[in-house]
């Protein structure tokens, strides 16, 4: 187990090692940011002035050297729009998400394997017709409509929830929901689709001959069979959705890692890109080995690999 | 089955949850809350060329020795209260007296001169040093206790309108780092700063002038329109900027205002656009007229110059080009024949996100070239690409194109326009015109009567001989208000939302 785990775990290393190089240089190619933070009618000279200050004109190589010296200080530079260390910025960033995405994803799988569970124990019945329908609309509609429709109905017109921000535990409720939405209407599907092929083995058989309870059979002895493929599109969803949660960030204002990179994407701030790629990229590494050992623990097979 | 009852119970006692929650009462008081569209990224006075920190910190938290007025561009006294040109490059101010700023120090001819020194400090990165005063040496010395002169080097004719925009910070500020805690003399001290949520200024007590109304101002950052509009309707903020006009659906608080940008398509003069038929047939392909109250707000006023009315140069000789289909073919069909490439493909370079309906109104003027005969095809960039096309040095593989460019002058004169966009060392000026550069560096020194006339000299030559552009449009803003709230906006609103002309209803 052991050895299995350190192996993945080097393969992640070399990944983000190689996708660190990657966002260096491919934040570069995109071009010099000195346009963007001088006053779009400031004289040459300025702009000159300001690019030799920030080594902007400097062979790529030599930024590089720069960059990784500061990286093995654990300097990751300092953000040309805010003034201050990048990982600071995107370490204060980084909670607002993850409580974020902690919550919608939990209420997402725990939903979407009650929902699809017992969708699987009646295939193409009431219950199975009407959560399929309400799960592939859920995944199917862009969050970005959900997030302003939510708004309009439950702040606008009842009056029931904030627009937006983050005060009270009921600035949160529209932002988790448009969160939770679409990875639970994928997962439902997934469970489903296990469960069937699981409540239809011969072990189930035997169970049921032999006077288990429905509900044991459902959520212990079938479950368990079905969950490979459920921790897999688990997984892939909850690493899309420390990225994904930026549509959410951005409409509800809130200071979370998503909309931290949008700005500094558009502003070329380039140790914040550096440092926030970075850190998400060991966040969804970790998460990856999370996925790796439940996937050790639930399958022996997979240990002796 | 039991589950699914359980289930249905489950999502019944959620939803009893939820609609108990009470009910968001409007807030009464006389503290106010303004949403904006994007957190700043720094509050250190000397940036506040940024409208987006002009907007927050200007006339609010931090004074300047003059004014300029949004009404008619005068220059007005505020720190200063009065002013004298004694020699051509040196200016001498006088100062008000019994002034504190919001930490007790008290304003002094030595904290002018602290305030301009830090400005200038190549130490810091001020926006406002970057932008008045590059290739100007500005020198400070106390005459007594409330006097300073200011000299220049080129000597400006316009001093205190250059001043108008330099913060006067307290002594105490650090005057080598941006500042996280910005001091001045204004109504308001910045009481707090959470970078990514909120702005919190309170009213300060022991200001000069006349008490605001307003006690306290909470900034929040939104960048979704139909959000902010939304918090204002719902009494979650009182004041709303930069509603995009499909979200501008209540006429008892929308409010729809000229702001200070003039929009254009501004031509790299190379072939075809280096033929002025050519230049000509663009402008006469343009129903400008049909973008008003359609794509745009009907309060759009159709640009013959890149400034205002209220701009000191502004030129009432120029008309508007007419929309004349068949002149501009005539005219394409005379250049063709003289050998120009009018069949050329130009590219429209346009920045993505500009303003509300941008894409539209871009596609509809494509349309309408192509429908004369001219090939354009748009082209929607990130602003870094953007600015990297339309700023010198210009690559030199550069073809003909057009760039859709917006220009605020919010600060009273022409010469914050001309001598960028139409002298030929200017940082966005496609032109190369030695008369036009003599009489753009003439008109810079001149003062009075003579200054505005040699201005308008310059506007009405550009547009009518040189043609440059496709002049199309003042453009507006429009802003939610509680109606608890009077408060109109002007031209200068986006970068400098003074809270003083705040006042409530009741």
């Known amino acids: ?305 | 089955m039991n589950f699914t009852g359980g289930m249905t119970g489950l999502l019944v006692v959620g939803l009893a949850a939820v609609t108990a929650t009470p009910a968001l009462a409007q807030d009464g008081s006389s503290d106010i809350k303004i949403v904006l569209t994007s957190p700043l990224d720094n509050v250190d006075p000397c940036n506040m060329t940024a409208g987006y920190i002009g907007g927050v910190l200007k006339q609010n938290v931090i004074e300047t020795l003059a004014d300029v007025q949004a009404s008619d561009s005068a220059v007005v006294p505020k720190l200063a209260t009065s002013w004298e040109r004694t020699e051509p490059s040196t200016w001498r101010f006088h100062l008000r007296e019994n002034v504190k700023f919001q930490d007790g120090e008290a304003l002094d001819a030595n904290a002018v001169v602290a305030s301009i020194a830090r400005v200038l400090n190549p130490a810091i990165e001020c926006r406002d040093r970057f932008k008045f005063f590059t290739n100007i040496k500005i020198t400070t010395k106390v005459v007594d206790k409330n006097t300073v002169d200011i000299s220049s080097e080129p000597a400006l004719a316009l001093l205190p309108t250059y001043l108008a925009q330099v913060g006067i910070v307290s002594p105490k500020t650090d005057m080598a780092a941006l500042t996280k805690k910005p001091v001045g003399t204004g109504p308001y001290q910045f009481a707090e700063w959470t970078p990514t949520e909120s702005i919190v200024l309170d009213r300060f007590d022991g200001y000069w002038g006349q008490k605001p109304e307003v006690a306290k101002a909470t900034y929040l950052f939104r960048s979704e329109s139909a959000l902010r509009a939304s918090m204002v309707e719902v009494g979650e903020a009182d004041i709303a900027m930069a509603i995009s006009q499909q979200d501008a659906t209540d006429p008892a608080m929308d409010v729809t205002y000229l702001n200070s940008e003039t929009l254009r398509m501004r031509m790299a003069l190379l072939p075809p656009l280096n033929d002025i038929r050519v230049r000509k047939a663009f402008n006469l392909s343009v129903d400008k007229q049909a973008f008003i109250g359609t794509i745009l707000s009907g309060e759009t006023k159709i640009a013959t110059q890149m400034m205002l009315p209220s701009i000191n140069g502004y030129s009432n000789d120029l008309k508007p080009w007419p929309y004349d289909v068949e002149q501009a073919k005539k005219l394409i069909a005379e250049a063709k024949a003289d050998g120009v490439p009018t069949d050329k493909e130009i590219v429209l370079y346009a920045r993505i996100g500009r303003f509300a309906n941008d894409e539209e109104l871009l596609q509809a003027l494509v349309q309408m070239w192509l429908e004369v005969g001219l090939n354009v095809r748009l082209q929607m960039v990130e602003s870094a690409q953007w600015l990297k096309l339309g700023s010198k040095p210009f690559a030199s593989d550069r073809q003909a194109l057009l760039m859709a460019e917006g220009h605020d002058n919010s600060y009273g004169d022409a010469v914050f326009t001309a001598p960028f966009y139409y002298h030929s060392d200017g940082s966005k000026s496609e032109l190369s015109d030695p008369q036009l550069d003599a009489w753009i560096t003439e008109a810079t020194d001149e003062t009075g009567e003579e200054r505005t006339k040699l201005f308008q000299k310059i506007n009405n030559y550009v547009a009518q001989e040189i043609v440059p552009d496709v002049m199309l449009f003042h453009m507006t803003s429009v802003m939610r208000v509680n109606p608890r709230l009077i408060y109109k906006p002007n031209l200068m609103t986006l970068g400098k939302l003074v809270l003083s002309e705040i006042t409530f209803k009741d």
């Open chain 1, 1 to 305: 187990m052991l050895r299995y785990v350190g192996l993945r775990a080097l393969n992640g290393l070399i990944s983000i090692i190689g996708l660190v190089i990657l966002v260096f240089f491919l934040a570069r190619l995109t071009g010099d940011p000195t346009d963007l933070y001088m006053p779009i009618d400031a004289p040459i000279e300025a702009k000159q002035e300001f690019a030799a200050n920030h080594g902007f004109n400097d062979p790529a190589l030599v930024q590089f050297g720069r960059f990784a010296t500061g990286l093995l200080h654990f300097d990751f530079g300092e953000s040309l729009r805010q003034s201050r260390p990048a990982l600071d910025l995107v370490l204060e960033a980084y909670p607002t998400t993850l409580i974020l995405s902690a919550i919608s994803m939990t209420l997402a799988i725990v939903v979407s394997i009650v929902v699809g569970a017992l969708a699987a124990w009646r295939p193409n019945g009431v219950f199975d017709r009407v959560s399929s329908f309400i799960s592939l609309a859920g995944a199917s509609i862009p969050n970005f409509w959900v997030a302003i429709v939510g708004v309009l109905v439950f702040s606008v017109w009842l009056r029931w929830l904030p627009t937006s921000g983050t005060g009270t535990v009921w600035h949160w409720i529209i932002p988790i929901t448009v969160l939770f939405i679409r990875p639970c209407g994928l997962i439902v599907q997934v469970v489903r689709g296990s469960m069937i092929s699981a409540l239809s083995a011969a072990y189930v058989k035997t169970a049921f001959a032999k006077g288990v309870k429905d509900r044991s059979i459902i959520f212990v002895h079938a479950i368990r069979n079905a969950m490979l493929p459920v921790i897999t599109v688990a997984g892939d969803q909850a690493a899309g959705m420390i990225n994904g949660a930026v549509i959410v960030e951005v409409v509800f204002g809130f200071p979370g890692i998503g909309k931290l990179m949008i700005d500094s994407i558009s502003f070329r701030d380039f140790a914040v890109i550096q440092a926030g790629v970075l850190v998400t990229a060991i966040a969804i590494f970790a998460l990856n080995i999370l996925i790796d050992i439940a996937y050790a623990m639930l399958d022996p097979r997979i240990r002796r690999v």
